[in-house]
């Protein structure tokens, strides 16, 4: 923390939040006076309080640590030490001054000590007075809300036992705070839960997870013919100043404003498994891990068993006939109960159910329909015999059919069984599964048209990307463009090779801000006009700001551009850069220098000039043209990024294509994070004997 605020620096209220703990914000000074009033010593936390190292400060006058005295009256570093000395302990306020000759306040605490040699110094702890208020009003704040906050606080150890708590929660358990100190949560509130509400804390405490609002229904020792429901918020608690870790909790007794212990346990277990599911389903963009998610959350906190299938409907638009047999493929399936069940499941990929099932009766309401699994069943759904007798042995007593349906299209249908072993489904059950299977729905939709948009945006970019740039015999080129990861949609990174005349060769790489058809569009747009620009011979800054001008004029918000002509006959490049990474150039005898002193505004903003430098590049020099997708990964500084690229392309001496594949390989993720695209390219000169 620096000891001296700037100007424009505002100061914080009186109460207010940062992180870590209220000490690690304050700065703490150690130093001592000889018995001459001079520094003799300079400890941990002088330097960045008053700003003087060590060497500058020792054996001098301690009055440069003061402001200046009132006129006549005696130095403050004199009483300062004077007080020590003759007090044997003083604290109070003084003026500090800091090197750079901002006056401050500044709380001390100074003390005699005297040395083995008889020689007495005395020695100072000083903070800044501001630090030292924000943590005693920040700690008078803190013990306020534990003698007089209505709602229940608790800080509990990592093994969960009674550290810290209020009178409020005392009051609510009907035991003394005394009583709690020391015990386990567990011994305290009674729980019938399976051990929930036990495993809900242990990851908070494990794993640093946070718990807001759950409903839990207790008894205690204190009022144990009384049920209670309490809302309970947890977070954990991370060690300060040599303290251990734990937890801290907030709990109130809402009892009152639910009807019944059973039905809040009950709701909540419903929202909690709507949550999870909200949660867990659709976390990719793939229609056979959606449907396994859905699955997963329903079997077993909801059913036994579970399948997933898909309607694969031949022709637009998707209309459901109930006059027809409906042929769906399985693409997820799951159980717990014990064989033929599993078989049950997961033993056919293609169904058909016949006019009149009990499929059919569902997707014409277009709402879950709770089955038994009876004679009527089997008949009117269950087509093969050998299929129906699995269901009999199964085990399982009863189903919920759901449609899975998106806008107005029926992607499918989810199944859910249970056996006699749980409750029978409830219409709070069949509210339930419509919604789980709602939910799945809007996923395996998005999932279906995800897959479509991108496969346009992929055709679309591969078409407009240059399937072969051009060659030269003066630049050897390897050039590769890797898409991210199949979450991620196709974004507008760009590249290209051109000959231009005089054997010259140009190198430009782009990338459009954004994703998908659009990005993709825009590059291929700016791609296409600085080809045809380049071949007119013009300057890059010129052309970069003709790019500009296309770029606001189709709309094109921010796109970045770095192009390069390079003439063998010289061996100079000259380079313009619209806001782009900076290219790195590997010279023969290793060394990787980076091209930074031409950086530009991006494309789309306007109103500013390009300008060009120009440079050389030795026989054999190494060009690396890069997007960002190369060096800003996810958790990665982008400086510690392009020091790897820099490394990588070092020990560049082989073939290029087998330094882009080694330098992708080590530098990216797999799945890449975003799309990137490397352009290395080795220069050689023109022979003496054909230069003009």
């Known amino acids: 923390m620096a000891s001296v605020r700037s100007e424009g620096e505002k100061a914080p209220g009186p109460l207010w939040s940062e992180p870590g703990t209220l000490l690690e914000h304050v700065s703490i000074a150690v130093f001592a006076i000889d018995e001459e009033d001079r520094v003799c010593y300079w400890g941990p936390?002088?330097?960045?309080?008053?700003?003087?190292?060590?060497?500058?400060?020792?054996?001098?006058?301690?009055?440069?640590?003061?402001?200046?005295?009132?006129?006549?009256?005696?130095?403050?570093?004199?009483?300062?030490?004077?007080?020590?000395?003759?007090?044997?302990?003083?604290?109070?306020?003084?003026?500090?001054?800091?090197?750079?000759?901002?006056?401050?306040?500044?709380?001390?605490?100074?003390?005699?000590?005297?040395?083995?040699?008889?020689?007495?110094?005395?020695?100072?702890?000083?903070?800044?007075?501001?630090?030292?208020?924000?943590v005693k009003t920040n700690l008078a704040f803190l013990d306020a809300l534990f003698e007089t906050c209505p709602i229940g606080l608790v800080m509990l150890d990592e093994e969960l036992r009674y550290v810290h708590l209020n009178q409020a929660l005392a009051d609510m358990d009907g035991l003394p705070i005394e009583e709690h100190l020391g015990r386990r949560m567990e011994e305290i509130m009674i729980t019938s839960d399976g051990g929930e509400y036990q495993r809900m804390l242990r990851a908070v405490a494990a794993r640093g997870q946070h718990v807001v609002g759950a409903l839990v229904g207790v008894r205690t020792p204190g009022h144990p013919d009384r049920d209670q429901v309490r809302s309970v918020s947890l977070f954990p608690l991370s060690g300060a100043v040599g303290s251990h870790s734990g937890v801290g909790g907030l709990l109130v007794d809402v009892t009152d404003r639910e009807q019944a212990i059973m039905e809040a346990t009950a709701g909540r277990q419903r929202l909690a498994l709507l949550d999870r599911a909200a949660a867990s389903i659709g976390t990719t963009l793939d229609v056979d891990v959606t449907a396994r998610e859905l699955v997963a959350a329903a079997v077993p906190d909801f059913s036994d068993a579970s399948v997933v299938e898909v309607v694969e409907w031949m022709d637009e638009p998707e209309v459901f006939n109930p006059q027809l047999p409906l042929v769906t493929r399985r693409i997820a399936s799951g159980t717990v109960l014990p064989p033929p069940a599993t078989e049950l499941v997961s033993g056919l990929e293609t169904v058909t159910y016949p006019p009149g099932s009990a499929i059919h009766r569902m997707l014409q309401t277009g709402r879950p329909v709770f089955v038994l699994v009876n004679d009527e069943f089997m008949t009117r759904t269950v087509i093969h015999q050998a299929r129906a007798q699995l269901l009999r042995d199964s085990g399982l007593v009863g189903m919920i059919i759901a449609p899975l349906i998106a806008r107005g299209t029926v992607q499918g249908l989810t199944i859910f069984g249970r056996s006699a072993a749980r409750p029978v489904f409830t219409d709070d059950d069949l509210s339930l599964a419509g919604e789980l299977a709602s939910r799945a729905a809007l996923c395996l939709d998005n999932a279906r048209l995800f897959s479509r948009v991108q496969d346009i945006a992929l055709t679309l970019q591969r078409a407009l990307l240059p399937s072969a740039p051009a060659t030269s015999p003066y630049v050897e080129v390897a050039h590769r463009y890797l898409p991210g990861s199949h979450i991620t949609e196709v974004g507008g990174d760009w590249y290209d090779v051109i000959n231009l005349s005089g054997d010259r060769v140009a190198l430009v790489v782009g990338d459009v801000m954004g994703h998908g058809v659009p990005a993709a569009a825009a590059m291929g747009r700016l791609r296409l006009t600085a080809k045809a620009l380049a071949r007119h011979n013009q300057q890059p800054d010129d052309l970069l700001a003709e790019l500009d001008a296309c770029a606001q004029e189709a709309g094109i918000e921010l796109a970045t551009c770095l192009y390069i002509v390079y003439d063998p006959t010289t061996g100079r490049a000259r380079i313009a850069s619209a806001g782009h990474p900076p290219p790195l150039v590997r010279h023969p005898d290793g060394t990787v220098e980076t091209i930074s002193e031409v950086l530009g505004i991006p494309l789309g903003v306007g109103g500013q000039r390009f300008r060009t430098i120009e440079i050389t590049l030795p026989e054999g020099s190494v060009l690396a043209l890069y997007t960002d997708g190369l060096i800003e990964t996810r958790g990665k500084d982008i400086e510690v990024g392009l020091a790897a690229v820099r490394a990588e392309l070092r020990g560049a001496s082989g073939q290029l294509e087998e330094t882009a594949d080694r330098m992708l390989a080590s530098l990216l993720p797999d799945p890449p994070d975003d799309d990137t695209v490397l352009v290395l390219a080795r220069v050689r000169r023109t022979p003496r004997n054909q230069r003009g």
């Open 45 to 134: 936390g002088a330097q960045d309080l008053f700003g003087h190292d060590a060497a500058a400060v020792l054996s001098q006058p301690a009055g440069v640590l003061f402001a200046d005295p009132p006129r006549g009256a005696p130095d403050a570093s004199v009483r300062l030490a004077e007080r020590g000395r003759r007090l044997g302990y003083w604290r109070g306020r003084l003026a500090a001054r800091h090197r750079d000759g901002a006056d401050f306040d500044c709380g001390f605490r100074v003390f005699p000590v005297t040395g083995a040699g008889g020689r007495s110094v005395v020695m100072a702890l000083a903070s800044r007075s501001d630090e030292l208020d924000r």
